[in-house]
């Protein structure tokens, strides 16, 4: 059974930096597609980020596009999401999870447990 | 704002069925495929329905769901005071590389 953990969540000062960490265990990361999706307090889920199991197609809502990267590890079977330029508007719960093709689209079928950003001065 | 739109609430008695609806209304981002998803606070969101119709193994038969045209509803008949949650519709699209978007979420009260 694949798990997700993610981690690096903390508080941040606006226009800081910080990088999320998302590993996978109970399967091969590199077999898979994979996306971030985050969750404002009390508000709804936001896809921000997918990257294809071969790793050459990486696409960003508008709302992170050039200042959001993700990246992998495949010897750690690791995802990462590397964040800059910082804004209170990306205080959210962040949501690492796994995605799967059946029939005529996709779904998301696993997700961690998610790992917290604060950014406020 | 959501590019699909789910109504913010919805309420139902113990045994009832109740609908909620998600609309990609007039769309520009190709035919949508629709899942469905329920969360509960503090907790991640968990897949009930995808293909805009099958359950997940585990997915009580009691959770269903349907599309039309750039909608979708999902339908819980029977309704238990465990099913009290959040619930939100998400669709993939293809267009630059592709991506999700989400409805905005239903919460769900069982009276």
């Known amino acids: 059974e694949v798990q997700l953990v993610e981690s690096g969540g903390t508080l941040v000062q606006p226009g800081g930096s910080l990088r999320l960490s998302c590993v996978m265990s109970?399967?091969?990361?590199?077999?898979?597609?994979m996306n971030w999706v985050r969750q404002a307090p009390g508000k709804g889920l936001e896809w921000i980020s997918f990257?294809?199991?071969?790793?050459?197609?990486?696409n960003y809502a508008d709302s992170v596009r050039d200042r959001f990267a993700v990246s992998r590890d495949l010897a750690q079977n690791s995802l990462f999401l590397q964040m800059s330029s910082l804004r209170a508007e990306d205080t959210a719960v962040y949501y690492c999870v796994r995605q799967l093709w059946s029939g005529p689209g996709p779904y998301m079928d696993v997700w961690g447990k998610g790992t917290t950003v604060i950014v406020s001065s | 704002q959501s590019v699909l739109t789910q109504p913010p609430s919805a309420s139902g008695t113990p045994g009832q069925r109740i609908t909620i609806s998600c609309s990609g209304g007039t769309s520009n981002i190709g035919s949508l495929t629709f899942s469905w998803y329920q969360q509960f606070p503090g907790t991640a969101p968990k897949v009930l329905i995808y293909s805009n119709s099958q359950r997940p193994s585990g997915v009580p038969d009691r959770f269903s769901g349907a599309k039309s045209g750039t909608s979708a509803s999902l339908a819980i008949s029977g309704l238990q005071s465990e099913d009290e949650a959040q619930y939100f519709c998400?669709?993939?699209?293809?267009?630059?590389?592709?991506?999700?978007?989400f409805g905005g979420g239903t919460k769900l009260t069982v009276l």
């Open positions: 998400a669709a993939w699209h293809d267009s630059l590389n592709g991506g999700w978007v």
């Open positions: 990257i294809r199991r071969s790793g050459n197609t990486i």
């Open positions: 109970g399967g091969t990361l590199s077999s898979h597609e």
